[in-house]
């Protein structure tokens, strides 16, 4: 069966690298094209970008020419898109309009009422909301969109306790620096340090959970009746987010209640190849999830949680950017693939 093919927007920059290892190999897609800025245009990939990743730059992929973030210049039947917010503003419609499926890592659409922001674990019903989408843009295409990294961590954690009838969330977010890309925090600003302050993440933090886990109606998404409170803060770890969470419950479960609904959870999506066995691996030891020792699990698609007391309290932790970024898009993607949407 030919592969699908894929091309990624905004290429060099950290989570169009991890789009491109994501893809590298990948059963049902293969990239034709790499799209990046009018600087990087033309040149070859390998020219490009400064590979930052521990895993070796693809040989294929080096030798690949980058084009213009431009459809009549991208060879692709979906796209992925890394790019500036700003810049997926304007562009990632464009695509929509000329029949692109797009998958997109960005901040620009997710609150948009016609647009699925998707974490195929916990809404995958969202899907339908793409039709209305279609017919009142006219599209050929569509755009779908990924959460914010905090977001998907202490989301995906959440699902399985939405049966308890959530009313309040607390988080404290402890944020990597590859999170504000390769050049994003100077080393002598974060080096020994803590930052109490990321510039909007705070907002999309406390809007973007209500969205995932709210109900599709038939024409938009209701959102889920509870309120989220963040405090986000830079931390001087490379990769992986950890989060302190406080939920208070209608039904008020007991810690081993909360524990054993995250065990049980089951979102049934082992058929996606980047969908991990476990979408939330329950940690028991005292001082876990830790990033260093947890970030890769599931080919760090996983979500650790741990430290689960009364009140309720818990620690999560995932891989900001797989889990955060790029991997959620390709699982999004593998996700339209199955429902015959590709």
């Given at each position: 069966?030919?592969?699908?093919?894929?091309?990624?927007?905004?290429?060099?920059?950290?989570?169009?690298?991890?789009?491109?290892?994501?893809?590298?190999?990948?059963?049902?897609?293969?990239?034709?094209?790499?799209?990046?800025?009018?600087?990087?245009?033309?040149?070859?990939?390998?020219?490009?970008?400064?590979?930052?990743?521990?895993?070796?730059?693809?040989?294929?992929?080096?030798e690949m020419t980058v084009v213009n973030v431009d459809p009549k210049e991208v060879d692709a039947d979906i796209v992925f898109s890394a790019l500036p917010a700003d810049e997926a503003k304007t562009a990632e419609p464009e695509f929509a309009a000329a029949g692109f499926a797009v998958a997109s890592n960005t901040s620009s659409y997710r609150m948009v009422s016609d647009v699925p922001l998707l974490i195929?674990?916990?809404?995958?019903?969202?899907?339908?909301?793409?039709k209305v989408q279609q017919e009142k843009r006219g599209w050929d295409g569509y755009l779908t969109t990924n959460p914010n990294c905090t977001t998907i961590m202490f989301t995906l954690a959440l699902k399985p306790l939405m049966k308890f009838g959530i009313q309040t969330v607390?988080?404290?977010?402890?944020?990597?620096?590859?999170g504000a890309g390769y050049e994003g925090v100077p080393s002598m600003a974060i080096l020994g340090n803590v930052i109490p302050y990321i510039g909007g993440e705070e907002e999309k933090v406390e809007m973007e959970p209500q969205k995932i886990l709210g109900a599709?109606?038939?024409?938009?998404?209701?959102?889920?009746?509870?309120?989220?409170?963040?405090?986000?803060?830079?931390?001087?770890?490379?990769?992986?987010?950890?989060?302190?969470?406080?939920?208070?419950?209608?039904d008020n479960p007991t810690p081993k209640e909360v524990r054993q609904a995250m065990l049980?959870?089951?979102?049934?999506?082992?058929?996606?190849?980047?969908?991990?066995?476990?979408?939330?691996?329950v940690k028991d030891e005292v001082d876990r999830p830790q990033p260093r020792l947890d970030r890769n699990r599931g080919n760090g698609m996983s979500v650790s949680v741990g430290r689960i007391r009364s009140g309720i309290?818990?620690?999560?932790?995932?891989?900001?950017?797989?889990?955060?970024?790029?991997g959620a898009s390709i699982l999004n993607a593998e996700l339209l693939h199955k429902k015959g949407m590709l």
């Open positions: 069966m030919a592969k699908i093919k894929a091309g990624v927007l905004g290429a060099t920059g950290a989570v169009g690298q991890r789009f491109i290892e994501g893809l590298q190999n990948h059963p049902w897609f293969e990239i034709t094209s790499i799209a990046a800025s009018e600087r990087s245009a033309g040149k070859k990939y390998k020219e490009a970008a400064r590979w930052r990743l521990e895993s070796e730059l693809p040989a294929d992929v080096a195929p674990e916990c809404n995958y019903e969202h899907l339908d909301l793409i607390h988080v404290a977010s402890m944020q990597a620096v590859s599709f109606d038939g024409a938009k998404i209701v959102p889920a009746d509870f309120s989220v409170s963040a405090s986000c803060h830079r931390v001087p770890v490379m990769d992986g987010h950890t989060e302190a969470v406080w939920v208070t419950m209608r049980d959870f089951d979102p049934g999506l082992r058929d996606l190849p980047t969908s991990p066995k476990k979408a939330l691996i309290r818990f620690i999560a932790m995932g891989h900001n950017t797989v889990r955060g970024a790029a």
